[in-house]
């Protein structure tokens, strides 16, 4: 009987031995409008919808204003912390302004003073240039080329010009954003000495010459000088003249007086800095030692 149930389930087998059946698991059916279905977004979803999100991004910040704490703290006073203490005491001005109020922000250029001084964030830099012909003196835009253009690359910092040379005027420029040494030439009591040297369209007449360095009168105001001599005493055309004045216009007054032109001006020096190794048209940062002995002066 066994044998016979066998031959009906496996007809094609022979009686010998059964083969063991190897059981392998059924394969999953996958259903394909379900699997699309499931990939869709309910239709509850569509609230959440990616067109319908709006999301607020922080304004820039404007990087020509500073936090006055942080301004103060750059300068090298105090902390952050001790400025807000400072600035709360009533200690702190800005554009002559008493600043109470925290988070206050300032700009670079505003005049800033702690305790009655004035003071900068930025590092104290100090360029001293040999200024070509054909450049203006001056910071504004729209002037054409100015010196401002020749020192572009010397600092990060933001340095002006002591004094004016004029567009034709050659020689020592010092440029600074160091308030004190800045106040040094305008200071009319002290003021740092130059020396110039001036080409005229005619010889100099002793008799100026006299004037000129003992002092004279132009509208009632006195006009002295520091010193004036001849650069050649066969050539009488060639004038040194060391003056306090930041520019040259005080040049212009004084030869103007007299019915001289002046052909060409040179800055020669400013104080104890002189243009040895620095060729027309290029800059250098003041050494340590210039720095020093200007500061003293």
């Not at 910040?61 to 005491?89: H, Q, T, W």
């Not at 900068?120 to 054909?134: Q, R």
């Not at 004084?254 to 104080?271: A, K, L, P």
Request: glycine share 6%; charged share 30%.
């Amino acid at each position: 009987m066994s044998e016979r149930r066998n031959n009906k389930r496996n007809p094609n087998k022979s009686n010998g031995p059964s083969k063991p059946v190897s059981k392998r698991p059924a394969k999953k059916r996958f259903n394909k409008s379900a699997e699309n279905t499931a990939d869709k977004p309910k239709t509850k979803d569509k609230a959440f919808d990616t067109k319908k999100i709006v999301t607020k991004m922080p304004k820039p910040a404007n990087p020509d204003l500073m936090r006055l704490n942080k301004y103060i703290a750059n300068s090298g006073v105090c902390s952050r912390r001790e400025a807000d203490s400072f600035i709360a005491m009533g200690l702190v001005s800005v554009n002559g302004k008493i600043i109470n109020e925290m988070g206050y922000k300032v700009k670079l250029e505003d005049e800033v003073k702690y305790d009655g001084a004035r003071i900068n964030p930025e590092k104290k830099a100090y360029v001293l240039l040999n200024k070509p012909k054909g450049f203006a003196t001056t910071t504004s835009e729209g002037k054409g080329r100015t010196v401002m253009d020749l020192v572009a690359n010397s600092t990060t910092s933001r340095i002006k010009p002591i004094g004016r040379l004029g567009r034709s005027t050659t020689g020592l420029l010092l440029f600074t954003n160091d308030i004190d040494i800045s106040s040094k030439f305008t200071n009319s009591n002290k003021g740092i000495p130059r020396l110039f040297h001036i080409e005229l369209n005619k010889n100099l007449r002793f008799e100026d010459f006299k004037q000129i360095q003992e002092g004279f009168r132009i509208d009632g105001k006195m006009v002295t000088v520091e010193e004036i001599s001849y650069t050649d005493n066969n050539n009488k055309k060639e004038i040194g003249l060391r003056i306090k004045n930041t520019g040259n216009t005080i040049l212009h007054t004084i030869f103007d007086h007299f019915n001289y032109e002046m052909e060409r001006i040179d800055c020669v020096t400013i104080g104890h800095l002189t243009k040895k190794d620095l060729p027309r048209g290029h800059w250098k940062h003041l050494s340590t030692l210039e720095l020093n002995t200007l500061q003293m002066m």
